[in-house]
Every structure is written in C-alpha cells, then in structure tokens.
C-alpha cells in the first residue's frame, strides 16, 4: 500500500473542473483498466522507459475503498458507485500497489505491464 493508483479518466469524470482532480488523494493517474481481471495481484507495471531510470511498481491485493475526505469531496453517491457491486471489480476506486524500483515518472509516460507468471 506504498501507492494509489486511479483510472484518470474516471477521476476525470468524479472531478468535472480538472482542477479538482488532484482532490482524489491518490499519487498516480493511468489511463489504463484497472480492474481485477486486467491487473490481478502481482502484475507489475513498468513506468516510464527502464533504460531512463523509470519505475516498476506491483499490484498488490489489499483494495482500495476510499476514505471520509473522498466523501467529503466528491460525495457519497461517488462512493456508492465506485465501490457498489459492479465498481470494485472493475477498481474504479483504483488499486493499491508497492515500489519495486523507484524511478523517474511523467506525465504521459508509456506504462507496460508485466502479469505475473
């Protein structure tokens, strides 16, 4: 649980005024599907170019749900639908992952993932 990982696209739709995306709370936005079925538990996703010192992190199966100040920001139907039946397969929420290699990350860098086995 070291990073939170989000679809941009949806924090984008919850926020409305870009401006209010960073109001999500999590460190990490990707344009990529996060569900359970596309990123199972172990799969890594490697950030960035390796050979420019970018970063490897790991999906990890600890959920993410959210907390008050996402309440609070976005309200709890938000929640209710991020979280409801269909939501937290898909992790609309987003994903908890772990640091395997620091490194440098950017806005539009390429995200390759790597699942596990």
Request: proline share 7%; with cysteine.
């Given at each position: 649980m070291?990073l939170?990982?989000?679809?941009a696209r ?15 709370g ?15 538990a172990g799969?890594r ?11 490897v992190?790991?999906?990890t199966e ?12 976005f309200g709890a ?9 269909d ?11 772990r ?6 990350v950017r806005?539009?860098d ?8």
């Amino acid at each position: 649980m070291q990073l939170n990982v989000m679809n941009a696209r949806l924090v984008a739709f919850l926020a409305g005024d870009p401006e209010r995306r960073a109001l999500a709370g999590d460190q990490l936005y990707l344009d990529l599907d996060l569900s359970h079925e596309n990123l199972p538990a172990g799969t890594r996703l490697v950030l960035g170019d390796p050979a420019t010192r970018g970063a490897v992190i790991e999906v990890t199966e600890v959920p993410h749900t959210g907390c008050a100040k996402f309440v609070e920001r976005f309200g709890a139907e938000a929640m209710r639908f991020v979280n409801g039946r269909d939501g937290r397969p898909l992790r609309l929420r987003g994903l908890n992952a772990r640091v395997v290699t620091a490194g440098r990350v950017r806005p539009g860098d390429p995200v390759t993932v790597v699942r596990p086995g």
